[in-house]
C-alpha cells in the first residue's frame, strides 16, 4: 500500500498493466522521456523501453490511426492525447474505425484501445486545455467512455479499460490529478467498467456526478447533512454506455435527483440520465430534475473559470429546492 | 506544374544547395505490349505471367457482372476497378499471405488474388457486414471507405510488424485524391522517422469522382509527395504488370529487410463511372476516355502473351468461360444467402453486449420498438 | 411558383443567396462541374463561375479551416461535406475556431458560415453514407444545427442560415431529397432560425421530430387520428439551440411526449429535450416520456437499415401507450 | 535522413528521372556577426536594420519580463520565444499592415512588430479574452493555440485576398512540431494548386516540448516538404534577421505579384523551457542548450551594427531603459485591468445571443447557479 495521488495512481496502473502483459504499448506526444505534460507516463520509458513508450510525432490523426492498426494486430495501444482540446482530429478514426471495427468485420478484426486524455477546467490553463466534452464520445455506439474521480478508482478503472476487449475513451480531470492522495495497493485488481460507485447512501435526494465536479458534489452532501438533508452520491464513472440501474434504485428510493457536470448542459450526458428518469422513474420523481452544469458557452479563460465551473453552492441551491419542492 | 521551382534562381545566385532529389520513373511493357529492355527475368517465365493475366480477366468479369447486378437491382452502389487490374494485380502477387493489404473500395483486383471470395464482395457491396468476414486473409483489413483514413491504419500495422520483428510488410493501396488528405501525410510522416515495413502504393488513376488531378495538387508527381515524408517515391506505368509486380517487389523486399518504407505511384486510368451512382459523362470528355482505352492492361498483356506464343484463341476462350463460371457461381452463393438476422445488429458490437444494451437487442429481435 | 424536390429547393436558395449577396461562396468536393453527388449545386458553376463555386482537393480538414479563413474575412463561404459520415476530420475545426472565434476576440472576427452536409440512412447507400450525428454539433456551443424537413423548409431555413452571422452546420436528409415535390416561391424569404414548426395541431399527445423521421411521424399522425388520438406534430428543425417554449408548450397542453429521432438513443437530442420537460415540465406530464430512435448500434449496412431506423408503427404504438398511460 | 535516396540506384540502372528538386539554403549575417558576401542592400541602411535590432530587444525584455510574472503568480503559462526573435522580427518588417498574419503561441516577436500591444498580450496570457482584441492589426488572427490549425485558416484568408483581387498576403508561422501534422499539408497542397497568396514560415527551433526535430520527421530539412505541395520551398539561417527579412521579402513579394506560395523553413532554437509550465532539463543536455546561445540573433546582430558604427554602448543603455519602460507601463495596464464580468462569457457567443440562452446570461449575471 501506498499513498498516491491520482496521477500517481495512473502511472501505477499503466506500469501494473505493462508489466503483466506484454501487449499493452504506451504512446504519444512527449511521453517518453519527459514523461507527459503531467508526469502520468514518469518511469515507464526507463522501465519498459522504448519499444514500449513510444514517442510519436505531432499527430492526433495517426496517432489514433496507428492505434486502431495495433489494436487490429492484438497490441493494446494506450495513447495519450495532450489535453481533450487537441483530442478531436481523433474522433474521425474513433467513429469510423475503432468503433466499428469489430462489428464491419462480424468479430474478425477488434480495436482493444485505449485512449487517455486530461479534461476539465480548474488549473488556469491556456485556451483548449479546459474541455469537458465528454458527451460527444458518449453518443458513439461500439466504445466506452470512462472518468476517474479519485485515486483508487482511477487505478482500478484503468486496469479495466486497458483490459477491455472493445476502445475505451479514458478522460481524467486534471483539477484531481494532484488534488488529494489515497492509499492505493498496487494489486492490479480492476474495478468493473459500466457500472457507477455510490460514494454516500441517502434517502433524501440523489446526486449523480462524475470526474472532478465530484469534489463539489461531496462538498454540497456534507453541507446538506448539516440542513439536515441527506443526500445519496453517485459516480457515474462510466459515461457511456450507463449503469442506470443503479440510478433509477437511488431514485426511486429519494424521489428526487440532480445531475451535476463540468460539460455544458446542452445535450451533455446528464440530458440522457434525466431523460431515461422521465422515462422510466417518473413515478417515483417527487420533485423536478434539475441539472447543475457548465454554461453553453466556450470555456473561458482563466480569469472566469470559476464563474463557469459548477460550485458546490449550486449543487446545495438546487438540491434544496427539490428536496422543498411541493 | 511546380517541380524544382527555385532551382534555376537558386543556381543563378549560386546558392548553397542543402538537399536534392529525384522522382524515377519506371516501365517495362509498353502500351503496344512490346517488352521494353532490361526488363526483369519473371517477364519470360509464363508460370508468373500468365496467372498475373488470369487473375485480370476474373477480375475484369467480376467488375462487369457487379455492374451488372446494380443496374438490375440486385446490388447496391458499386465502384469498378475497370482499366486498373493490373496494379492490384501485380502488387498482390509480390506479398506473402503473411503481409497485410489495407486498401480503399477500388481493389477488387487485389483482394481477390488475396482470396477474398467473389461471393464475400458481392455480400459486402450487396450491404451485408458479413462480407469483410474474409475466410481466406483473415488479418487483412475490410476497405476503408473514408478516404485516406486506413493509410494511418497501415502505419500502426507496420508497427506492430515491427515491434515483433516480424518479416511482414503492410501493404497500402490508396487512391490519387487520397493523397490530398492529412491522414496520408501523417502516416507517411511516421512510416519515415520510424523506418517501418510499410509500402504505400498510390493508384493515380486520374481521377477522383469529377476532380482531375491537375485540379487536386500542383505536384508534378504524386510519388515526390513521398519527400515530405523523407522516404523514396517512384513512378511506374500502372498498366504494366511486369513494372507493377517489379518495383513493388523491390519495395516490399526493402520493408521486409529492415529497409523501411517506400511509396509507388502507380499510373493508370479509371475507365467507368466512380461508381454505379456516378454519371462521368458530366465532368469528362469521351475523346479522353477512349484514348485511355488504347492503355487497356489486360490488352497489353494478352498481346504480349499471344507474342510469346503462350497464349493462344482457344485458351482465351477457356478462360473467359471459367471465369464467367466462377462469377456465376458466385453470384449464385449471394443471392442464395439470406439476409442477416435484424438482431445481428447487436452480435458484434462489443465482445459482449452490455448488460445496458441487452433489452435493445431484444426488443429488435422481438422486431420494432 | 414552381414544384421542386428538398434537393431541388436547396439549388434554388443557394442560388439565390449567392444571386442577392456577392459574399456567399460555395465550395466543397465535386460541387462545380459535377454539381454535388446529389446535384444540390448544380447550375451553379454555370452561372456564378469557378470562383464563386470551388470544387476543392479531397481534404476535409482544409475544407473546414480555409472556410474559417474566407469567413473572418468576410465571404460567407457554404462547404459542401459529400456525406455526413466524412464531416467528422471538420470536427476539430469547428470547435476549436469556428465557434470560438468571436467569443476569442471579443466579437473583432467572426465566422458566419455554413457547412452544408446530406444526412441520415434509408437510401441503400454503402458505409459512413448513413450517419445522423447531429448531438455531436449540437453539443458545440457558439454554433447552431438545422435540419430541414421539407422543400419550403429547406429553401427559408437554408437562406436564413447564409444570412446568419455565425457558424450553422445545415444537415440535410437524403432520404427526403427527392421524396416529394412542393410549391416553393423564389422570394428570397428567410424562415427563423431557432424556432420549431407546429406541423400539425393536436390534443392528446406532442410529437416531436426532426428531419427524415418527419416523414413517419406525420404517417403516425394520421393512423392515430383514425384511432382517435389526435396528435401535435412538431418539427425542431433547429436542433441547437432548441426552442424549447414551444415544445413546453405543446407538452403543458398534451401532458403527454413522443421524440422521435434517427440517431442512436444515447446522448441523442432526444435526451436533452427530454431532460428539459423533466426539469420545467414535469407537472403537466400524465404519462412518462418515450423516445423513438435507432438503436445503439453503428448504422447497419443497407440489408438491416430498415430495421435499424424508428418506422411509424414505432411511433404510433408509443403514442398509444403514452395516451392510454394511467 | 532521406534526401533523394533512390538517386543512386536510379542512375546506377539509368532509370528515367522525370521530376527534380532540390532545396537552398541562406545566410547573409554569419554567427559571428560578419556580413557575407552579395548581402542585400538594406543590410547597409541603418534606417533599415536598427528598427529590426530594437524590436528583437524589446521583444527579449518582454518575454523575460512575462516569466518573471508568471514565476510570481501575475499571469498564466507562459511561451517565451527567446532566441528566435530575429525570425519574427524579420518576417513582420517585410509584411504591410493590409497583410493577414496567422501564427502559433509564440510569435510576440512579430506580433508586438505588427502593433499588438504589450498589455494585449499580458492580457491574453494572463487569462482575459480582451487580449485578443487586438486595437492594432485588426485581422490579423488571435494565436492559434492547437497546433497547426492556423495553417488552412491561412489559406482561406489567402483565398478572400485572390477572390478579391487584393494585393495582400497571408504570412503563416508554425513550428517543426506542427510540420508533422495533416493540417499543415492539407493547406500546403491547395495553396499550391490554387496558387495562392501565402507565405509559409516554418520555424525550426529544434524542438516540439521534448521532441527534437531528428524524432518528428526523417526529412533531412522541413523545407523540402513544400515539394509535396508542388511550391518553392528554402531554408535559412533564422537567427539572421537579414536573411529572414530577404527571403520572405522575396516571397512576399512573389505571392503579391501573382506568383504564388512558398515555405521557408527558418533555422533557429528555442532558448528556453517549451513553457513556463514545462522543464527541458528533463529531455535536453545543458550542452545543446549553451552551444544555441553562442548564435544568439540579439548579439549577432548588435555585434554588426556596432562594428559598422550604428551603435554604442549607450545607444544601448539607453535602448534597455526605452524598453524596459515601455513593459512596466504595461504590466502596470495589465494588472490595473479589472477581470471581466461573468456574464461577459456571453456577449460575443453568437452577435445575438438566441432568447434560448438569455436565462443562462441573467442566472450568470446574478451569481451561481
Ligand atoms: C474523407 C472522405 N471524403 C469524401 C469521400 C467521398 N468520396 C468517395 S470516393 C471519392 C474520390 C476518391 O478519389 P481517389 O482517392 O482518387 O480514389 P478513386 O475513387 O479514384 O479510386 C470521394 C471524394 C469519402 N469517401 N471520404
Ligand atoms: C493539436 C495539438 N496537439 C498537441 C498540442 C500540445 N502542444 C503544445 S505546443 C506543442 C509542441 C509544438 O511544437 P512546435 O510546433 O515545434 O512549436 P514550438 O512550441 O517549438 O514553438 C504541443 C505538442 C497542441 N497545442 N495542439
Ligand atoms: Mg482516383
Ligand atoms: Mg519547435
Given at each position: 500500500m501506498s499513498e498516491v495521488t491520482m496521477v500517481g495512481a495512473i502511472t501505477m496502473a499503466l506500469a501494473r498493466a505493462m508489466a503483466d502483459d506484454e501487449r499493452v504499448l504506451v504512446l504519444g506526444e512527449d511521453v517518453g522521456r519527459n514523461g507527459g505534460v503531467f508526469r502520468a507516463t514518469e518511469g515507464l520509458l526507463e522501465r519498459f523501453g522504448g519499444e514500449r513508450v513510444m514517442d510519436t510525432p505531432l499527430a492526433e490523426t495517426v496517432i489514433a490511426g496507428m492505434s486502431v492498426g495495433l489494436a487490429a494486430q492484438g497490441f493494446r495501444p494506450v495513447a495519450e492525447f495532450q489535453f481533450m482540446g487537441f483530442i478531436y482530429p481523433a474522433l474521425d478514426q474513433l467513429i469510423c474505425h475503432a468503433s466499428r471495427l469489430r462489428n464491419r468485420t462480424r468479430g474478425r478484426l477488434s480495436c482493444p484501445l485505449v485512449f487517455r486524455s486530461p479534461m476539465g477546467a480548474g488549473i488556469h490553463a491556456p485556451e483548449h486545455h479546459s474541455e469537458s466534452t465528454e458527451a460527444l464520445f458518449a453518443h458513439i455506439p461500439g466504445m466506452r467512455v470512462v472518468v476517474p474521480s479519485s485515486p483508487s478508482r482511477a487505478y482500478g478503472l484503468?486496469?479495466?479499460?486497458?483490459?477491455?476487449?472493445d476502445p475505451v475513451v479514458f478522460l481524467e480531470p486534471t483539477r484531481l490529478y494532484r488534488a488529494h492522495k489515497e492509499e492505493v495497493n498496487d494489486?492490479?485488481?480492476?474495478?468493473?467498467?459500466?457500472?457507477?460507485?455510490?460514494?454516500?447512501?441517502?434517502?433524501?435526494?440523489?446526486?449523480?456526478?462524475?470526474?472532478?465536479?465530484?469534489?463539489?458534489?461531496?462538498?454540497?452532501?456534507?453541507?446538506?447533512?448539516?440542513?439536515?438533508?441527506?443526500?445519496?452520491?453517485?459516480?457515474?464513472?462510466?459515461?457511456?454506455?450507463?449503469?442506470?440501474?443503479?440510478?433509477?434504485?437511488?431514485?426511486?428510493?429519494?424521489?428526487?435527483?440532480?445531475?451535476?457536470?463540468?460539460?455544458?448542459?446542452?445535450?451533455?450526458?446528464?440530458?440522457?440520465?434525466?431523460?431515461?428518469?422521465?422515462?422510466?422513474?417518473?413515478?417515483?420523481?417527487?420533485?423536478?430534475i434539475e441539472r447543475v452544469t457548465a454554461y453553453d458557452t466556450v470555456v473561458p479563460l482563466p480569469k472566469l473559470e470559476n464563474a463557469y465551473m459548477p460550485q458546490a453552492k449550486d449543487i446545495v441551491e438546487a438540491a434544496r429546492r427539490v428536496v422543498t419542492f411541493q | 506544374m511546380n517541380d524544382n521551382p527555385d532551382k534555376?534562381?537558386?543556381?543563378?545566385?549560386?546558392?548553397?544547395?542543402?538537399?536534392?532529389?529525384?522522382?524515377?520513373?519506371?516501365?517495362?511493357?509498353?502500351?503496344?505490349?512490346?517488352?521494353?529492355?532490361?526488363?526483369?527475368?519473371?517477364?519470360?517465365?509464363?508460370?508468373?505471367?500468365?496467372?498475373?493475366?488470369?487473375?485480370?480477366?476474373?477480375?475484369?468479369?467480376?467488375?462487369?457482372k457487379a455492374i451488372a447486378l446494380q443496374r438490375t437491382g440486385q446490388l447496391g452502389t458499386y465502384p469498378s476497378c475497370i482499366g486498373q487490374e493490373a496494379v492490384g494485380v501485380g502488387y498482390a502477387s509480390v506479398m506473402t499471405d503473411k503481409d497485410v493489404m489495407l486498401t480503399t473500395y477500388r481493389e477488387q483486383a487485389a483482394q481477390i488474388w488475396r482470396g477474398v471470395t467473389l461471393a464475400e464482395l458481392l455480400l459486402y457491396w450487396g450491404g451485408d457486414e458479413r462480407g469483410c468476414d474474409y475466410k481466406g486473409p483473415r488479418e487483412d483489413f475490410p476497405v476503408a471507405v473514408?478516404?485516406?483514413?486506413?493509410?494511418?491504419?497501415?502505419?500502426?500495422?507496420?508497427?506492430?510488424?515491427?515491434?515483433?520483428?516480424?518479416?511482414?510488410?503492410?501493404?497500402?493501396?490508396?487512391?490519387?485524391?487520397?493523397?490530398?488528405?492529412?491522414?496520408?501525410?501523417?502516416?507517411?510522416?511516421?512510416?519515415?522517422?520510424?523506418q517501418l515495413p510499410v509500402v504505400f502504393v498510390v493508384i493515380n488513376n486520374h481521377w477522383a469522382i469529377s476532380m482531375p488531378v491537375a485540379k487536386q495538387t500542383a505536384t508534378k508527381t504524386l510519388a515526390q509527395k513521398a519527400i515530405a515524408g523523407g522516404i523514396p517515391g517512384i513512378q511506374i506505368d500502372g498498366n504494366d504488370v511486369i513494372a507493377v509486380r517489379e518495383v513493388v517487389g523491390e519495395a516490399i523486399a526493402r520493408a521486409r529487410n529492415g529497409g523501411g518504407p517506400s511509396l509507388i505511384e502507380a499510373l493508370t486510368y479509371r475507365m467507368r463511372d466512380h461508381t454505379t451512382a456516378d454519371d462521368a459523362t458530366r465532368y469528362r470528355r469521351e475523346e479522353e476516355v477512349s484514348a485511355a482505352w488504347k492503355t487497356d492492361p489486360i490488352v497489353r498483356l494478352r498481346t504480349y502473351i499471344g507474342a510469346n506464343g503462350w497464349w493462344s484463341k482457344e485458351d482465351e476462350e477457356q478462360l473467359v468461360i471459367e471465369c464467367k463460371d466462377k462469377v456465376e457461381a458466385a453470384v449464385a452463393e449471394y443471392l442464395a444467402t439470406p439476409p442477416p438476422e435484424p438482431q445481428s445488429m447487436f452480435d458484434h458490437l462489443f465482445e459482449t453486449l452490455p448488460a445496458s444494451l441487452e433489452w435493445q437487442r431484444k426488443k429488435l429481435a422481438g422486431g420494432g420498438k
Open positions: 484503468l486496469l479495466a479499460a486497458i483490459a477491455d476487449p494489486n492490479g485488481e480492476k474495478l468493473p467498467l459500466d457500472s457507477c460507485f455510490v460514494l454516500r447512501e441517502g434517502r433524501n435526494v440523489t446526486l449523480v456526478a462524475w470526474g472532478a465536479v465530484i469534489k463539489e458534489t461531496l462538498e454540497a452532501a456534507q453541507d446538506l447533512a448539516e440542513e439536515g438533508i441527506d443526500a445519496e452520491v453517485i459516480d457515474l464513472a462510466t459515461v457511456s454506455p450507463i449503469d442506470f440501474e443503479t440510478i433509477l434504485a437511488s431514485v426511486e428510493k429519494t424521489g428526487r435527483l440532480v445531475i451535476i457536470h463540468e460539460a455544458p448542459r446542452n445535450c451533455g450526458v446528464g440530458a440522457e440520465i434525466a431523460a431515461r428518469i422521465a422515462e422510466r422513474g417518473l413515478l417515483s420523481l417527487q420533485a423536478p | 534555376a534562381s537558386a543556381q543563378a545566385r549560386k546558392e548553397k544547395i542543402v538537399a536534392e532529389f529525384e522522382i524515377p520513373y519506371r516501365q517495362y511493357l509498353d502500351a503496344s505490349g512490346r517488352l521494353l529492355g532490361d526488363a526483369p527475368a519473371f517477364a519470360n517465365n509464363r508460370e508468373i505471367v500468365l496467372p498475373l493475366y488470369r487473375a485480370t480477366m476474373l477480375t475484369r468479369i467480376f467488375d462487369n473514408p478516404i485516406a483514413t486506413q493509410v494511418p491504419h497501415a502505419v500502426g500495422v507496420a508497427t506492430a510488424f515491427k515491434l515483433r520483428h516480424e518479416p511482414r510488410v503492410a501493404v497500402c493501396a490508396l487512391g490519387d485524391g487520397a493523397t490530398s488528405k492529412g491522414d496520408f501525410y501523417e502516416a507517411l510522416n511516421l512510416a519515415g522517422v520510424w
